[in-house]
Every structure is written in C-alpha cells, then in structure tokens.
T-cell receptor, first 118, second 111 residues
Framework: GAVVSQHPSRVICKSGTSVKIECRSL??????MFWYRQFPKQSLMLMAT?????????EQGVEKDKFLINHASLTLSTLTVTSAHPEDSSFYIC??????????????FGPGTRLTVL | GDSVTQMEGPVTLSEEAFLTINCTYT??????LFWYVQYPGEGLQLLLK?????DKGSNKGFEATYRKETTSFHLEKGSVQVSDSAVYFC??????????FGTGTSLTVIP
C-alpha cells in the first residue's frame, strides 16, 4: 500500500519556540493530507485538512495562527507549531489519500511525531 | 456530534484465543466504518472496512459486521497470534467525509 512518512519522529523544544513537522507521501501524489492530534488514551482528533496549492481547512477550535499548515507540493505538507507551550505537547499524526485508488475511504497514515514542549 | 466508543484496554490474550474488541458509534446518516491497526513504531494501517448496514469487512482472519440496529462494529478473530499484538482503532467516516476515531485498544498476545 501507499507509504506516508513523518519527520521528525520525536522533538523536544523549549517553550516559545516554533517546531516544524513534515509529512511526505513517498510513492504517490497526495492532493489532500490530514493532520491529527492524539492525547494520551484519547482519540485521534482531526485538526485540519491540507489541500495542495490552497489554504488549509481547520476544524472548529483549532487555532490557524498557532498551527500553520503548508501544502506546497503534491508530496509534502508541513505543520508548524508556533510559539509552542507545554499544553501543545502531544502526538501529531498526518494522513493522506491516494488518488490512484477509486475510494475516498482509505487514508494512509504516517507513524506520528511526538512533540514535547518544556 | 458523531463519535466512536471502543472498549478500553489493554487486552492480553494467549495465542489461539478468541478476540473481540467492541466498538459502537453515534452518527447521523449512514457512515462508513473502519478498523485500523497500529503496529509498534508504525503508522495506522487500514485493517478492514464496511460501507453499509449488514456488510462484513474481513482481512487477515479479522472480521467485523456493520450492525445498524445496535450501531456497532465489533472486531473479532477466532485465533489470535503473537504477531497480532498492536493497537486497534475503530473509526467512522461520516457523510461529510470527516473521520472520527475511537481511543484505541492495545492488544498483547502471549505465546
């Protein structure tokens, strides 16, 4: 199946700094990517839908100025957590749909990025 | 709003035991239902899916039947193996193409 990678897998940063997380589709071009956040023992929560060449669509309650999403190419979407604070510590997961499949149901997930803000 | 509730873990089973992981959902309309699996150090992978009532999804010996009357999509396997140790997520996709996930159930199979 399709492969999605994320980088870095873990990052620790100081409060007030910004952190960029990359999501890449390795063997397909993804016109749409999704960013999720997962708190311990909780569900994955959709943060935003990233469309190549246009602005991301954010879910209600997600601060677009806090979580900057850029989908500049068909294989790369980035999530930048700006002025990070300890409450932003979480597990961030991206996913992408492979347009080569004939179903919109299947999403391919990256392995996730563990962010710890000190 | 739409949501998914799945049984909490962790679940520990002996090899060849029967597995059931319960999942119920709340949604308007007719969602599609999924089970995803996450092996250690890897991303979530689609395990099986069902798109309408009474459909049965199956893969790698796992099965789940879309039960509209009980709003359930329980995951079952007749004989688990050590290699099935992973975290299992139940999910739905609503008519607005949004995905909602359960909290995940960790399964450990011991030899």
């Amino acid at each position: 199946g399709a492969v999605v990678s994320q980088h870095p897998s873990r990052v620790i940063c100081k409060s007030g700094t910004s952190v960029k997380i990359e999501c890449r589709s390795l063997d397909f071009q993804a016109t749409t990517m999704f960013w999720y956040r997962q708190f311990p023992k909780q569900s994955l929560m959709l943060m935003a839908t990233s469309n190549e060449g246009s602005k991301a669509t954010y879910e209600q309650g997600v601060e677009k100025d806090k979580f900057l999403i850029n989908h500049a190419s068909l294989t790369l979407s980035t999530l930048t957590v700006t002025s990070a604070h300890p409450e932003d510590s979480s597990f961030y997961i991206c996913s992408a749909r492979d347009p080569r499949t004939d179903s919109t149901d299947t999403q391919y997930f990256g392995p996730g990025t563990r962010l710890t803000v000190l | 709003g739409d949501s998914v509730t799945q049984m909490e873990g962790p679940v520990t089973l002996s090899e060849e035991a029967f597995l059931t992981i319960n999942c119920t959902y709340t949604a308007t309309g007719y969602p599609s239902l999924f089970w995803y699996v996450q092996y250690p150090g890897e991303g979530l992978q689609l395990l099986l899916k069902a798109t309408k009532a009474d459909d049965k999804g199956s893969n790698k010996g796992f099965e789940a039947t879309y039960r509209k009357e009980t709003t359930s999509f329980h995951l079952e396997k007749g004989s688990v193996q050590v290699s099935d140790s992973a975290v299992y997520f139940c999910a739905l996709r609503n008519t607005g193409n949004q995905f909602y996930f359960g909290t995940g159930t960790s399964l450990t199979v011991i030899p």
